[in-house]
T-cell receptor, first 113, second 113 residues
Framework: DGGITQSPKYLFRKEGQNVTLSCEQNLNHDAMYWYRQDPGQGLRLIYYSQIVNDFQKGDIAEGYSVSREKKESFPLTVTSAQKNPTAFYLC????????????FGQGTRLTVV | AQSVTQLGSHVSVSEGALVLLRCNYSSSVPPYLFWYVQYPNQGLQLLLKYTTGATLVKGINGFEAEFKKSETSFHLTKPSAHMSDAAEYFCAVSVGGYSTLTFGKGTMLLVSP
């Protein structure tokens, strides 16, 4: 089955540690996205990539980093510079054509203690 | 830049009653509009979308939405609520080309027996 796989589902880290969230898709989509979800805040865009080896900052990129070395993969690193990293993180992809919907993974819930 | 406003962070209905979730958008160019549903600790699933053509759009699970350009609205309706409809609903907008999705803050639908 085609889809987007995020791992792990739940992640716990100590404050001050970097952590990397995995996102893999087998939909052959050009574009991939990372969103952060907090209660009552909707989804806020962290980073997006429309082609391999290129990515753009979204609205809340500070404290995060990404890479896009392969079309299928778009990992997100939450660095120690992110002041409030505890949140639900969602990865998405789409064909990067106007009017196409984004397909979402099941999310990773990150808790920093 | 585009934006989305969802009126009401929580909407409560009785089983069998009409569901109406409100979405207004702001865009300087013709928008593409989407409604997504999210169940707890899961990713987002597309309910329906408007791109061009017919302004009344039908989606999955009996939901539909009407694009009203003059009112800049894209409200989601369902004639008869079911207990399984209880979830959070997000309205989103994008514009042409390689545009990212911009989401509203979401509306939690509560369905009582």
């Amino acid at each position: 089955d085609g889809g987007i796989t995020q791992s792990p589902k739940y992640l716990f880290r100590k404050e001050g540690q970097n952590v990397t969230l995995s996102c893999e898709q087998n939909l052959n989509h050009d574009a991939m996205y990372w969103y952060r979800q907090d209660p009552g805040q909707g989804l806020r865009l962290i980073y997006y990539s429309q082609i391999v080896n290129d990515f753009q900052k979204g609205d809340i990129a500070e404290g995060y980093s990404v890479s896009r070395e392969k079309k299928e993969s778009f990992p997100l690193t939450v660095t120690s510079a992110q002041k409030n990293p505890t949140a639900f993180y969602l990865c998405a992809s789409n064909p990067a054509v106007g009017g196409t919907e984004a397909f979402f993974g099941q999310g990773t819930r990150l808790t920093v203690v | 830049a585009q934006s989305v406003t969802q009126l009401g962070s929580h909407v409560s209905v009785s089983e069998g009653a009409l569901v109406l979730l409100r979405c207004n958008y702001s865009s300087s160019v013709p928008p593409y509009l989407f409604w997504y549903v999210q169940y707890p600790n899961q990713g987002l699933q597309l309910l329906l979308k408007y791109t061009t053509g017919a302004t009344l759009v039908k989606g999955i699970n009996g939901f539909e939405a009407e694009f009203k350009k003059s009112e800049t609205s894209f409200h989601l309706t369902k004639p008869s609520a079911h207990m399984s409809d209880a979830a959070e609903y997000f309205c989103a907008v994008s514009v042409g080309g390689y545009s990212t999705l911009t989401f509203g803050k979401g509306t939690m639908l509560l369905v009582s027996p």
